[in-house]
């Protein structure tokens, strides 16, 4: 399941005054394949007649939060860098930079009419299916078995180990690149019950290259803190850099949950994947991993959608004893 915090991002930039800027995590892969799940956009607080086409504006649509291209104004129409035209939003404010990780794309104004081409080339393009089968095949290259041996050279050997109380710089990096889990979260549990040792349930696992940096993670923890009536323990956030991807660190990862677990002496541990994550429930099929009950899973469906999920989960449990 995505992260479920209740953080209102909406009501946030609309508490924010006009002509100040903030920093916000949560536009998803509006703007893809330039912003990503766990990217952060900078917003300065404008008025919709601000806009100009070319401008990347952040608008609540619904219950989400999108940042898009501006193809037209008064009113706004805003559409995604690869063409498709949104449902008509709030504009909130223009995004006046990216940001993931270390890495920050300033997005001046000056920029504008360039992207506004940029855009328009890449929507002609984007609409031939050679042109978006090119782009499949390379992105899926760069995740391939065939890139594999280079990743792996690049990367060194990963080591897969419960987290620390020192690991949690590299966690908030992670974080910050790939997790949609607030960082305040991530502090209090790695802090305050993944590393303890009094009777809490619950343990997190990451895979680290030589200098520390984290590559992969996921958490083991009871649901019911994040505000959801399930029992038990579930592995969440499991996200593997796509740079780290099909070497097995996702399965090392779980396998080291499932261990702490059983060590912990908890009987079942559970997971809910959405339904068409073949390369998840492959994995944690692999880890033996089995269908729930359906009521179980009628019950976190119903939960899911009331907190706003789109898409059906599978839940799977592993029995331990
Ligand atoms: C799902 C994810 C964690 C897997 O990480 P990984 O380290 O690449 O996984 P592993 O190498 O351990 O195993 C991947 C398995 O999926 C298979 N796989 C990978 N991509 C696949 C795809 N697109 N379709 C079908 N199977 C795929 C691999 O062949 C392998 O299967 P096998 O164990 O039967 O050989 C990773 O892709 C990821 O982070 N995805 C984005 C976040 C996400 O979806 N998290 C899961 C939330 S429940």
């Not at 223009?94 to 997005?107: E, H």
């Not at 790695?190 to 997190?204: D, F, N, V």
């Not at 959608?305 to 599978?314: E, F, I, R, T, Y």
Request: charged residues 25%; contains cysteine.
């Amino acid at each position: 399941m995505a992260s479920k915090h209740p953080t209102d991002l909406a009501s946030l930039v609309e508490g924010t005054p006009p002509g100040k800027q903030l920093w916000l995590r949560g536009a998803g892969r509006s703007l893809y394949p330039l912003l990503r799940s766990g990217d952060s956009v900078r917003v300065l607080r404008c008025a919709p007649e601000e806009l100009v086409r070319g401008d990347v504006a952040l608008l609540r649509v619904g219950r989400k939060l999108v940042a898009h291209v501006v193809v037209s104004t008064q009113p706004v129409v805003t559409a995604s860098l690869l063409g498709k035209q949104d449902p008509v939003g709030v504009p909130l404010g223009r995004v006046t930079a990216l940001r993931r990780g270390a890495w920050l794309l300033p997005l001046p104004r000056l920029a504008s009419p360039s992207l506004f081409l940029g855009h328009r080339l890449l929507a002609r393009l984007w609409t031939r299916p050679q042109a978006r089968a090119a782009f499949r095949q390379l992105r899926d290259f760069t995740v391939s078995g065939w890139s594999r041996p280079l990743r792996q050279r690049w990367l060194g050997q990963l080591e897969v180990r419960l987290l620390r109380e020192d690991d949690l710089d590299a966690l908030l990096v992670f974080a910050g690149e790939r997790l949609l889990v607030p960082g305040g979260f991530l502090r209090q549990q790695l802090l305050g019950r993944w590393t303890r040792e009094e009777g809490l349930l619950g343990a997190a696992v990451g895979a680290f290259d030589r200098k520390g940096k984290l590559h992969g993670f996921a958490y083991l923890d009871d649901y019911r803190q994040e505000g959801l009536q399930l029992e038990g323990l579930w592995v969440r956030s499991l996200v593997v850099a796509p740079r780290a991807r099909r070497m097995g660190i996702a399965f090392q990862l779980i396998t080291c949950l499932v261990d702490e677990a059983r060590r912990q002496g908890t009987d079942r541990i559970f997971a809910d994947i959405d339904d068409d994550n073949m390369a998840s429930l492959r994995t944690f099929r692999r880890a033996g991993f089995q269908e729930s009950s359906p009521e179980l899973t009628q019950r976190v469906n119903t939960e899911w959608s009331a907190s706003g999920g789109l898409k059906p989960l599978v839940v799977l449990e592993r029995v331990l004893i």
